[in-house]
């Protein structure tokens, strides 16, 4: 990366993981946009099958934040309608996962939900994480219906294009919806392409929590580096890219 690109600090209580983000405050796991079955789906076959590698990234984030809670935000199925067995299935191991690390799963239902009650008895609309600050985890795919100091979200699967790459990033908005900051996760999933933010204006985006890009941070985690850099806002990122 560019010397001039200067990585910024990230909140204290927000720990930015591979394509997660890790509460502090709230002890909570947050995650977006698995698309189960989007493998059955695609021409594209992951090497270690869909299962496996969903399975195994989540019990990675498990075993290093060791989370009391674990939110699924939204889109955790890929098909609009029935529900196959094997994503059944798929769904039931990420349970498990959960149950093994001693973490209570929640799932927020998102726009590709429609049959998540058939794979799953407890679905919300959106889930309160913490009071303190007063923080919301919604899809995003509509405007949330509850108060928040900050929502977190997923919904258009934010990518940055660097040094010829496309990376997976979050989006870090200050005050970006009626006074509350907005935190938007990458897709969990391998297969979900999302939106590349690099020239992308808020017309770009589906979700009607961000309407101005300008003053959003990226925040990309580097898997050599094991560590997140978060960068300038978009808006002077973009003449360094």
Do not use: K, Q, W
């Amino acid at each position: 990366m560019d010397d001039d690109i200067a990585p910024t600090a990230v909140a204290d209580d927000i720990e930015v993981l591979p394509r997660a983000v890790y509460l502090r405050g709230a002890d909570a796991l947050v995650l977006a946009d698995l698309h189960v079955g989007r493998g059955d789906a695609s021409n594209v076959t992951l090497p270690v099958g869909e299962r496996r590698d969903l399975r195994e990234r989540l019990e990675a984030l498990l075993a290093r934040t060791d989370p009391a809670t674990t939110v699924f935000a939204g889109d955790l199925l890929h098909r609009f309608g029935a529900v196959t067995e094997r994503s059944r299935e798929t769904v039931e191991a990420l349970r498990r996962c959960c149950a093994d690390a001693e973490s209570d799963p929640v799932f927020v239902r998102g726009n590709h939900d429609n049959a998540l009650d058939t794979a799953v008895d407890d679905i919300r609309e959106y889930y309160v994480v913490c009071d303190e600050p007063r923080t919301v985890v919604c899809h995003g795919h509509e405007e949330p219906t509850v108060d928040a100091d900050r929502y977190v979200i997923g919904h258009d699967h934010p990518a940055i294009g660097i040094e010829g790459r496309r990376r997976p990033c979050a989006l870090v908005a200050p005050e970006a919806y009626r006074g509350a900051d907005v935190l938007m996760l990458p897709a969990f999933s391998r297969l979900a392409p999302g939106v590349e933010i690099n020239d992308a204006r808020a017309d770009d985006l589906l979700s009607p929590l961000l309407d101005d890009l300008d003053d959003v941070r990226p925040v990309v985690y580097d898997e050599g580096r094991e560590e997140a850099l978060a960068f300038p806002p978009l808006g002077s990122f973009r003449l360094l890219l």
